[in-house]
């Protein structure tokens, strides 16, 4: 009924412009009386998409009803909130986002969730974006590609939960030490593997995969910016090309969830080969992959690309 009633008043433009916001805060309101049917009686925990989800899930436990923004198999750059989805940010305890990733999100926590949002940006040291879209302070924000990072944002989570159910704050507390340790260990796979390599270059077709460059000593060349879906100028593959033939780079990344065709342009036109880099930015529907395993065959197919020893 709730639903059947927002997409009447959302049917109108200039409805919607002038009822929609009194209809959402109504909604609001009402939701703070309880959990939605659904989270069996737990309170909610909104990601905005999986590497947030993973970990959440991973600190909260059976302690919070886990709720991902972002489907499966979807780009989460390209997210659109659903009324439902905006409702369910306002709802929750806590929503758990990544600022500069998805603008709907962060349309949303500023409008309905100032007071139980957190931003991983917030607690970790964070990397200018790209040169070229470095504008007014912006910063990348694939900061989860970056273990030791990921492990700074694990400990904060585990402390917010803990402000918010302090009856149970040891077993947050706990468990986000738990997944310290382990991202601990596999930022030391990375130190290990990446050491003694033939090539520090790594081509990619989105920018993402700074955090991992910096942290490791490699440097990242994107074609495109943070943008995944942006199309780059044909004077900019005509420069990538010759720095892939003067560095010897051998391979052109593209990536699971966005659009191989610039990484595949570019590696015709310099005569090397593509290889899936994964952003770890979704899983796709049915997959049996999380976090540590997407990037553990990211390091594995970067030793290969790279001609470590």
Not at 3 to 32: D, N, Y
Not at 60 to 71: I, Q
Not at 110 to 132: C, F, I, M, W, Y
Not at 256 to 263: G, M, N, Q, R, Y
């Amino acid at each position: 009924m709730i639903l059947t009633i927002i997409f009447m008043f959302t049917h109108t433009c200039s409805v919607r412009s002038r009822i929609l916001p009194l209809v959402l805060a109504a909604l609001l309101m009402a939701g703070a009386c309880g959990a939605r049917a659904g989270t069996g009686g737990r309170p909610r925990l909104t990601a905005a998409f999986y590497p947030l989800a993973w970990l959440a899930t991973q600190v909260a436990g059976p302690g919070f009803y886990v709720e991902n923004l972002t489907k499966p198999g979807a780009e989460p750059h390209d997210l659109e909130l659903t009324p439902r989805q905006v409702i369910d940010v306002g709802e929750s305890k806590l929503t758990f986002y990544v600022k500069g990733v998805q603008p709907a999100v962060d349309k949303a926590v500023r409008q309905h969730a100032k007071n139980h949002g957190l931003d991983a940006e917030s607690v970790v040291t964070t990397l200018p974006a790209p040169r070229d879209e470095a504008n007014d302070g912006a910063v990348d924000p694939h900061l989860w590609l970056d273990p030791s990072r990921f492990a700074t944002v694990a400990t904060a989570l585990g402390e917010r939960l803990a402000r918010i159910d302090d009856e149970n704050a040891a077993g947050y507390r706990a468990r986000a030490a738990q997944v310290v340790t382990r991202l601990n260990a596999l930022d030391a796979e990375f130190r290990t593997g990446l050491r003694g390599c033939a090539r520090k270059e790594i081509v990619t077709g989105h920018a993402a995969f700074g955090y991992l460059a910096a942290r490791y000593g490699l440097t990242q060349v994107g074609v495109a910016g943070l943008d995944p879906q942006a199309e780059p100028s044909p004077q900019r593959i005509a420069e990538m090309t010759g720095l892939i033939r003067r560095t010897g780079a051998t391979t052109v990344f593209t990536e699971t969830l966005a659009s191989p065709k610039t990484a595949d342009t570019l590696a015709r036109e310099a005569g090397v080969r593509t290889e899936v880099l994964d952003p770890v930015e979704g899983v796709r529907p049915g997959s049996h992959d999380d976090y540590f395993s997407i990037m553990r065959r990211d390091l594995a197919t970067l030793r290969t690309a790279l001609g470590c020893s």
